[in-house]
């Protein structure tokens, strides 16, 4: 029998680069995974290679591979709002790494680097109010619900659950 230690996993984020293009051909693509994010990426597949670059070209915002022990299994991004704030986004996107504590402790690296490196004083981010795993997982970094914002043109997603946490918010655990 294996027995695996997640308490002791080695969890990195590591900047997005070029050839992990075919990690978000598969991720886009994947129903489960439109259904709990935005849906945006529901497009026919040859629009898919020129988003990937032009959202790792970015010069303001910051892409990362999660890896989970040197395997890559999701995307984390810190998009930069405003001179004060950024908003996380983060999608596990090899689902038998849902649930193993891996997205809490990739978030709160996010923080770390977000609040401390980067010199940002809020985040926050937006949910599907339906996604309970994804909203445990922000709660457990200390995000509190902050209300709805409804999208009604958004066919994929009409309403989402806007969560928001403060560098010297009580509630951040990093
Ligand atoms: C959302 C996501 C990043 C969370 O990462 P994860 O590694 O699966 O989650 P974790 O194991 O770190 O934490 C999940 C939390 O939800 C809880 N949870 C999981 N399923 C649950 C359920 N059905 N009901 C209630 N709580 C649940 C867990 O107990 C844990 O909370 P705890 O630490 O307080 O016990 C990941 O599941 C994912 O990428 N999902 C698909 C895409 C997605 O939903 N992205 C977010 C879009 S906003």
Redesign the pocket.
């Known amino acids: 029998m294996v027995l695996i230690i997640y308490s002791q996993m080695s969890i990195k984020l590591t900047k997005i680069k070029k050839s992990d293009l075919p990690f978000f051909l598969k991720w886009w693509k994947d129903q489960d995974?439109i259904t709990?994010?935005s849906g945006n990426f529901d497009e026919p597949d040859e629009k898919l290679p020129g988003y990937f670059f032009k959202m790792i070209e970015s010069k303001k915002d910051h892409h990362y591979i999660i890896q989970y022990d040197e395997k890559t299994i999701?995307h984390l991004a810190l998009k930069h709002k405003d001179s004060n704030t950024f908003e996380i986004t983060?999608?596990?996107g090899e689902k038998e790494y849902?649930?193993?504590?891996?997205?809490?402790k990739a978030i709160k690296k996010a923080l770390l680097l977000g609040f401390n490196k980067l010199g940002y004083l809020k985040s926050y981010?937006e949910?599907r109010p339906e996604?309970?795993?994804?909203i445990?997982?922000y709660e457990?970094c200390g995000f509190v619900k902050k209300g709805l914002k409804k999208y009604p043109k958004n066919r994929y997603q009409p309403v989402t659950l806007k969560m928001v946490l403060n560098k010297i918010s009580p509630k951040l655990k990093i």
């Open positions: 995974l709990l994010t999701g983060i999608v596990i849902w649930n193993k504590g891996i997205g809490i981010l949910v996604n309970i795993r994804a445990k997982a457990s």
